[in-house]
Nanobody, 125 residues
Framework: QVQLVESGGGLVQPGESLRLSCAVS????????MGWFRQAPGKEREFVGNIKWSNLISKIADSVKGRFAISRDSIRNIMYLRIFTLKPEDTAVYYC??????????????????WGQGTQVTVSA
């Protein structure tokens, strides 16, 4: 059973950067895809990006491409989401999730089997 715990959220000012962490356990994860999603108040949960644990190939949603980056530390079993130049519209609860690779598009909420509890990011001056 894969377990995920997010951390690193908080109140940040527009233009700042932030790094979210997702600690994962219950591996091995060589055949997994890890994803980041976010959910703003009153909106549906949306795909932010994913990374294949085995080869570091990542995919970033077009809406945030250029400002978001995903990486992972296979020794510490942590996945990161780095957000640059934060905007108020980035305010949301950010979730990490996991799914065995090859099961669906790996970018839809319904594709992912395991989820963290989320971490709140608020961007405000």
């Amino acid at each position: 059973q894969v377990q995920l715990v997010e951390s690193g959220g908080g109140l940040v000012q527009p233009g700042e950067s932030l790094r979210l962490s997702c600690a994962v356990s219950g591996g091995p994860f060589d055949k997994y895809v890890m994803g980041w999603f976010r959910q703003a108040p009153g909106k549906e949960r949306e795909f932010v990006g994913n990374i294949k644990w085995s080869n570091l190939i990542s995919k970033i949603a077009d809406s945030v491409k250029g400002r978001f980056a995903i990486s992972r530390d296979s020794i510490r079993n942590i996945m990161y989401l780095r957000i640059f130049t934060l905007k108020p519209e980035d305010t949301a609860v950010y979730y990490c999730a996991a799914v065995p690779s090859g099961l669906g598009s790996e970018s839809e909420v319904g594709d992912f089997h395991s989820w963290g509890q989320g971490t709140q990011v608020t961007v405000s001056a």
